[in-house]
C-alpha cells in the first residue's frame, strides 16, 4: 500500500540539511554543472480584483576563468567519464536483476535448449561415422535406414531447439534493452522545488509520472485540459512532468483568486514537477523517438506505472479522462489491493 507519509516526506518542504545538499549537489557537481538550466521561471496571474503575484527563479552555473580551472578542465572530463560509466554499469546490473525477476525461469529454459542441442549434434555426428562406415561397408548395408532414420531425428531435435534458443534469447535482449531505457529514465532528475532535486526513481510506489514533451504551446494547451481533472488526477497519484522541447520555459498561470485557491493549490501541487539537466532528458526522449519511428519534433506523451514502468505513450495530448478513469486511488479501501492495476506494460 502507497505510503502517503513518504510522499509527503519527498514532494513536501526539505528541512535545512536537504537544502544544503542539494544546493551543493547542484552547484559543486563537475558532472552536472555543464548540464544546469541557465533558467526556470513560474508566473502567478491573478485575475481582477486580486494582487497579481509575479516569481522568477533562476538557477545557473559557470566557471570563472583561471589558471586552476584550465589546469583542471582534463581531470573533470576524466571525472565526468567515469562517473558515466558507473551510472551505466549500475543500471545495466539493475535491469538484468529485474529482467530475472520478471522472467525467472527463462535461464533454466535456455539451459534446457542448450543441452538438448549438444546432445541431439553429438548424436548426429556418432550417426554420421556409422551412416559413413555402413555405405563403405556392403555387409552393414541393411542397417543404412534405421541410421537415416536415427540422424533425421537428431537434425530435427536440434533444429528445433537452436529455433527455440535463439527465440528465447531474443526476447531476453528485448527485455534487457527495454528495462536498460527504463532505468536510465529512473536515473534522470526532478526539481521539486527550488531548494529540492530529486530522482525519478525516488517516486517509485509513490507516484504515477505524466511526461508531456513538446514545444511551450503544446505545454500550456495540456496544462489547460487536465484543469477539469486535478482533483481526481491527484487522487490517483498522478504528477506531471512538462518538457519544452523549443528551449521557451512555458509561463503556467494560476488563478490565485479566493475563491479559487483549494483548487489552485492542488494545481500547483500537480505541475509542481521540472525537469533538470535538459540535454540528459533530450537524448532520452529523442532515443525513444528513435525507437517508435516517430519524428524528433513531434509533441508526445509517456506515462508511468507505479513502478516506474512505462505504461502508456503517444503523439498529442495526454488522455487525462482515459488516466482517471483506467488508474485506481492511491489511497482508499481498495488502494492496496489495486496497486497492480496500472496497466499492461509496453
Wanted: with cysteine; hydrophobic share 40%.
Amino acid at each position: 500500500m502507497t505510503s502517503m507519509a513518504q510522499f509527503c516526506h519527498i514532494i513536501g518542504p526539505s528541512n535545512l540539511r536537504q537544502k544544503y545538499s542539494s544546493f551543493r549537489f547542484c552547484f559543486q557537481n563537475p558532472v552536472y554543472r555543464k548540464n544546469a538550466p541557465s533558467n526556470i521561471s513560474t508566473r502567478f496571474h491573478a485575475k481582477p480584483s486580486s494582487v497579481s503575484v509575479s516569481s522568477s527563479i533562476v538557477c545557473s552555473a559557470a566557471n570563472k576563468p583561471s589558471s586552476s580551472s584550465q589546469v583542471r578542465e582534463g581531470e573533470e572530463d576524466m571525472e565526468q567519464g567515469n562517473v558515466d560509466d558507473y551510472f551505466l554499469l549500475k543500471g545495466s546490473s539493475a535491469a538484468k536483476i529485474r529482467s530475472e525477476v520478471l522472467s525467472p525461469f527463462r535461464s533454466v529454459r535456455m539451459f534446457f535448449y542448450l543441452t538438448f542441442i549438444a546432445s541431439g549434434s553429438l548424436g548426429g555426428l556418432i550417426a554420421t561415422t556409422q551412416l559413413i562406415s555402413s555405405l563403405t561397408n556392403p555387409a552393414r548395408s541393411s542397417e543404412v535406414p534405421n541410421i537415416l532414420t536415427g540422424l533425421g531425428i537428431d537434425i530435427g531435435a536440434v533444429s528445433i531447439f537452436a529455433f527455440l534458443y535463439f527465440r528465447e534469447n531474443t526476447a531476453k535482449n528485448a527485455q534487457l534493452a527495454k528495462l536498460s531505457r527504463e532505468e536510465s529514465l529512473s536515473n534522470l532528475k526532478l526539481r521539486v522545488n527550488q531548494n529540492k532535486i530529486i530522482s525519478v526513481s525516488s517516486l517509485r510506489g509513490i507516484a504515477r509520472l505524466v511526461i508531456c514533451s513538446g514545444p511551450a504551446s503544446f505545454i500550456l494547451e495540456s496544462f489547460k485540459l487536465s484543469e477539469p481533472f486535478t482533483e481526481s488526477l491527484l487522487e490517483r497519484g498522478v504528477l506531471v512532468v512538462p518538457f519544452a522541447t523549443d528551449g521557451n520555459s512555458p509561463s503556467l498561470d494560476f488563478d490565485e483568486s479566493e475563491d479559487m485557491k483549494e483548487i489552485t493549490e492542488k494545481r500547483k501541487r500537480l505541475w509542481q514537477l521540472a525537469p533538470v539537466y535538459v540535454s540528459e532528458w533530450t537524448e532520452w526522449l529523442d532515443e525513444q523517438k528513435k525507437l517508435a519511428g516517430i519524428s524528433p519534433e513531434s509533441p508526445v506523451y509517456l506515462s508511468l506505472r507505479l513502478d516506474g514502468r512505462v505504461r502508456g505513450s503517444g503523439v498529442g495530448f495526454p488522455p487525462w479522462n482515459a488516466l482517471v478513469a483506467q488508474l485506481p486511488p492511491v489511497k482508499g479501501l481498495w488502494s492496496g489491493l489495486l496497486d497492480g492495476m496500472d496497466g499492461r506494460v509496453l
